[in-house]
């Protein structure tokens, strides 16, 4: 029997305009009449001529709306002439798994039903990323044809009739329209383990888990209830065999048990309170789509993002892929420390400076010119996929410590010995008044445009800097030319500290102010310093300078990390 299709008409929705990952709103807000079907729609409008024919994947971390979303999207896929629809068992697979699954199926898109590490349930937040071929999120050429298209949406296309319970694995055949169309609902986690068995060599992981070469490694792997939980079960229960007690929050719930799935030392405080006790060598967690990643050692030792990503970059040879394939070049999103840059000098490779998004690494790896790139919001990653991937940076560091034989501390300890220490924070001010916010970034944009600023001296008690350079960031991608501007006003100091400032495009409402401080040293004995009183001074200087306080209304960040 042909199922019929259906054109409905709709009206444009405000501000469905993707941010730096995807579209994000309350749940309310994608549950009304409409709202869903009009994103969706623009999504596969977007993509004109490649549509027909073609394989798409979908799935999500499991948050709220997340199967209905399914649903709506296969319903929809069927009537705009796609030809097969992958989906993850129950709606579930993770960012990286989506990204794996393009590039191993050659599918033509995928769509993620995630808001990341926004808080889930029926009163927080949903959302949809969209990848394209290559695996990676779609450029800003691509999101910005999606927004165009849904300020005169007019009309969806639908195929009510395509019902398929996607609780169970298998593929079910349809005719719509005269037109065959498939649904195939998969394993999960299956093409990802296989893959990650591929990149890593399981065996010296499961040593030091076990103990082989001294003292087994005790592991506290966190996954917040989010998407990685099936993940974290296959891998590190029944391919490495670590003990039930090495992981928690394996569950994926639809609110993440009420929290923040958000893996910093704020929201994932059980995981720093749990490895505070002395029992562990090693503890990870992860965000609610897995793609970010939280790494600590004994007694909570914390590894910064921007750190995490240069000792991977500095330690390729630990890690079965890169022996194999090679290291082409590295890069860090702008407001990242820099760290990764001291290793790229030092091994004479390309290290490229992008805007806040994974989106910017996506060309440059095609290209072949970069294999290893980090955000300081926990985003670590490869040109394994195009996604940013929590449990591949797990397995790196597991690796790292299994081949160098060495605790997390002292791979750090032995990293700044050899390249000195970026001292990194990030300042988050969540859920602020935009307006006051905008003028904020609009004082600072013209203060970048300021040439007296240059050479001003600033200072904090006995600590003084001096304005080397002050922008607002611009990007030209090298492959295709194409560029973004405004990403962030950078305060360059001459001694190579930094200050950046730009508002976050990830929240569902309000607006969000981050502040990026950086200070470099050389100086063994201030390695084991505090980070924070380290870069106390130079907290107080951009917050005087911004007049933050006065803008936001905040005398505090909402999260510091
Ligand atoms: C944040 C991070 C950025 C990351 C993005 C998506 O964006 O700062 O580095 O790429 O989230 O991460 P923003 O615009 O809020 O600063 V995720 O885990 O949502 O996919
Ligand atoms: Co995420």
Not at 387 to 412: F, H, P, T, Y
Not at 437 to 443: G, L, Q, S
Not at 462 to 481: Q, R
Request: charged residues 25%; glycine residues 10%.
């Amino acid at each position: 029997m042909s199922l019929s299709c259906y054109t409905k008409s709709t009206r444009p929705f405000e501000g469905q305009k993707p941010g730096t990952s995807g579209l994000r709103k309350a749940v309310k807000v994608f549950q009304l009449e409409n709202y869903t079907e009009n994103f969706v729609q623009c999504i596969l409008s977007a993509m004109g001529g490649a549509l027909t024919g073609c394989t798409l994947v979908v799935g999500g971390d499991g948050r709220y709306f997340g199967k209905k979303a399914v649903d709506i999207i296969i319903k929809m896929c069927a009537a705009n002439g796609v030809r097969k629809v992958l989906v993850g068992q129950n709606g579930i697979l993770s960012t990286p798994c989506v990204s794996c699954m393009i590039r191993k199926y050659k599918t033509a898109v995928g769509i993620v039903l995630t808001a990341s590490h926004n808080p889930g349930g029926p009163d927080a937040d949903f959302g949809i990323k969209f990848n394209i071929s290559n695996g990676g999120p779609a450029p800003d050429a691509v999101t910005n044809k999606i927004y165009e298209l849904s300020k005169n949406i007019v009309e969806y296309r639908i195929s009510p009739d395509v019902r398929c319970d996607i609780s169970l694995i298998g593929k079910r055949e349809f005719v719509v329209d005269s037109r065959p169309f498939t649904v195939e609902v998969i394993d999960s986690v299956e093409d990802y383990v296989e893959y990650m068995k591929e990149i890593f060599d399981f065996g010296i992981i499961k040593d030091i888990l076990h103990g082989s070469k001294g003292k087994p490694l005790k592991v506290l792997i966190n996954a917040m209830h989010g998407v990685t939980g099936p993940y974290v079960r296959r891998i590190f229960l029944e391919e490495l065999k670590a003990t039930p007690d090495s992981v928690v929050n394996i569950e994926p719930l639809e609110d993440f048990g009420g929290h923040h799935p958000d893996p910093n030392l704020t929201y994932a405080a059980d995981l720093v309170q749990a490895l505070k006790g002395g029992d562990y060598g090693f503890g990870a967690a992860f965000d609610g789509d897995g793609d970010r990643n939280m790494i600590l050692g004994h007694k909570a030792f914390f590894v910064t993002p921007s750190d995490s990503v240069a000792v991977i970059a500095d330690n390729t040879d630990c890690i079965p892929y890169f022996k194999k394939n090679g290291v082409k070049g590295l890069a860090r999103s702008m407001p990242t420390g820099c760290a990764i840059d001291r290793v790229g000098e030092k091994k004479g490779m390309e290290v490229f400076e992008v805007p806040t998004g994974w989106k910017y690494f996506g060309n440059l790896m095609d290209a072949g010119r970069l294999s290893i790139c980090g955000e300081e919001s926990f985003g670590t990653g490869s040109d394994h996929i195009r996604e940013k991937d929590g449990i591949w940076a797990v397995l790196a560091w597991l690796s790292i410590l299994a081949v160098r034989n060495m605790s997390v501390e002292q791979v750090l300890l032995s990293h700044w010995g050899t390249y000195g220490r970026n001292f990194f924070t990030r300042y988050d001010y969540e859920n602020c008044e935009s307006a006051p916010c905008n003028e904020m970034m609009t004082a600072l944009d013209a203060m970048s445009g300021d040439a007296s600023m240059v050479g001003k001296k600033l200072s904090h008690g006995d600590k003084s800097y001096t304005i080397a350079k002050i922008d607002n960031f611009e990007y030209k991608d090298p492959i295709d030319g194409a560029v973004a501007k405004k990403q962030g006003v950078r305060i360059l100091m001459s001694d190579g500290s930094r200050v950046v400032f730009r508002l976050s495009g990830t929240g569902s409402s309000g607006a969000t102010v981050r502040m990026y401080i950086e200070s470099y040293e050389s100086d063994s004995s201030t390695f084991t310093k505090d980070a924070q009183e380290v870069l106390k001074p130079l907290v107080e200087i951009a917050l005087k300078l911004s007049k933050l306080g006065d803008y936001t209304g905040r005398q505090k960040p909402t999260v510091i990390t």
